[in-house]
């Protein structure tokens, strides 16, 4: 009897153990069913929703375009200012340089070089003086005609500066001067014979020996003949210059031996696109 209720008690406790293992098996289950259906949302895989990447595309397209208006403004400000400034400069660079030019035409006014008033015979017999060249720009040269190179050359180069300030339809015509320095042999008829291998619009002139030197002094010009030969024939040593005047008949530039035709275009060209026209007064 004793032994069939130790049975029959294990038989009881094997139950109840089953019991609460089948307990336990069920908690178990529904705790990581419960588990696995409520993961937080920062563990869960996957994109972000649309709507905030949407969002976000929208706020840097916006931050892009007004970068980009900021940049073109300040480049359309910069660039206004800045042509301004030049602007401003140029005005003040040209106001400048207007007044220097006024400045040394009224110092060449004061100058002595070339304020008398000539008056000449020209190769064609007609009295020219040298109000007859105002208005116009002229080259003008003393020399004489018996001058064995020195002349010729001169006159070479000075015909060949004319004709290539000719060639630039922007410039107003240059007048050549010839003016002897030896009016006892370079009278009208030689004057005439003489010019005629030159520039065609070349003008010479002569006078009687106080007219002649009258107008060599009033441009400083130094001129002594030298002694006689057995034929009666001499020198003339005389100031080499090639004088440009202003059609105010101002002299404003000189070019020796030195100056090449090239240079000497050059030269006159700028005088005459930078000149300013000032009367006497």
């Known amino acids: 009897?004793?032994?069939?209720?130790?049975?029959?008690?294990?038989?009881?406790?094997?139950?109840?153990?089953?019991?609460?293992?089948?307990?336990?098996?069920?908690s178990f289950v529904s705790s990581s069913s419960l588990t696995s259906h409520t993961k937080p949302v920062g563990l869960q895989r996957g994109p972000p929703p649309p709507p905030v990447?949407?969002?976000?595309?929208?706020?840097?397209?916006?931050?892009?375009?007004?970068?980009?208006?900021?940049?073109?403004?300040?480049?359309?400000?910069?660039?206004?200012?800045?042509?301004?400034?030049?602007?401003?400069?140029?005005?003040?660079?040209?106001?400048?340089?207007?007044?220097?030019?006024?400045?040394?035409?009224?110092?060449?006014?004061?100058?002595?070089?070339?304020?008398?008033?000539?008056?000449?015979?020209?190769?064609?017999?007609?009295?020219r003086t040298k109000k007859d060249?105002?208005?116009?720009?002229?080259?003008?040269?003393?020399g004489f005609t018996h001058c064995p190179d020195i002349c010729p050359d001169?006159?070479?180069?000075?015909?060949?500066?004319?004709?290539?300030?000719?060639k630039d339809s922007s410039l107003p015509p240059v007048q050549p001067l010839f003016i002897t320095v030896d009016p006892e042999r370079d009278d009208v008829p030689a004057l005439a014979h003489y010019?005629?291998?030159f520039h065609p619009r070349l003008i010479?002139?002569?006078?009687?020996?106080?007219?002649?030197?009258?107008?060599?002094r009033d441009y400083r010009v130094y001129a002594s003949p030298g002694p006689k030969d057995?034929?009666?024939?001499y020198i003339v040593d005389h100031t080499i210059l090639i004088y440009l005047v202003s059609p105010e008949g101002l002299f404003l530039d000189y070019y020796n031996r030195m100056k090449n035709q090239e240079q000497i275009t050059e030269s006159i060209r700028n005088h005459i696109k930078n000149h300013v026209a000032l009367t006497n007064t």
């Open 1 to 26: 009897m004793l032994g069939l209720r130790c049975i029959v008690g294990d038989l009881r406790g094997g139950v109840r153990l089953l019991r609460s293992l089948r307990h336990v098996q069920q």
């Open 53 to 127: 990447r949407r969002f976000l595309s929208q706020d840097q397209s916006s931050a892009g375009h007004s970068a980009r208006l900021k940049l073109r403004t300040r480049l359309v400000v910069t660039l206004v200012f800045g042509g301004g400034l030049m602007a401003v400069w140029w005005y003040v660079y040209a106001e400048k340089q207007q007044k220097l030019r006024q400045q040394r035409l009224r110092q060449l006014q004061q100058v002595a070089l070339g304020q008398g008033n000539f008056s000449l015979l020209d190769h064609r017999g007609q009295r």
């Open 133 to 142: 060249f105002l208005g116009s720009w002229v080259l003008l040269y003393f």
């Open 154 to 166: 001169e006159l070479d180069k000075l015909s060949a500066v004319v004709s290539a300030l000719d």
């Open 195 to 197: 010019i005629k291998d």
């Open 204 to 216: 010479g002139l002569t006078g009687t020996p106080e007219e002649v030197k009258h107008a060599g």
């Open 230 to 233: 057995e034929d009666g024939d």
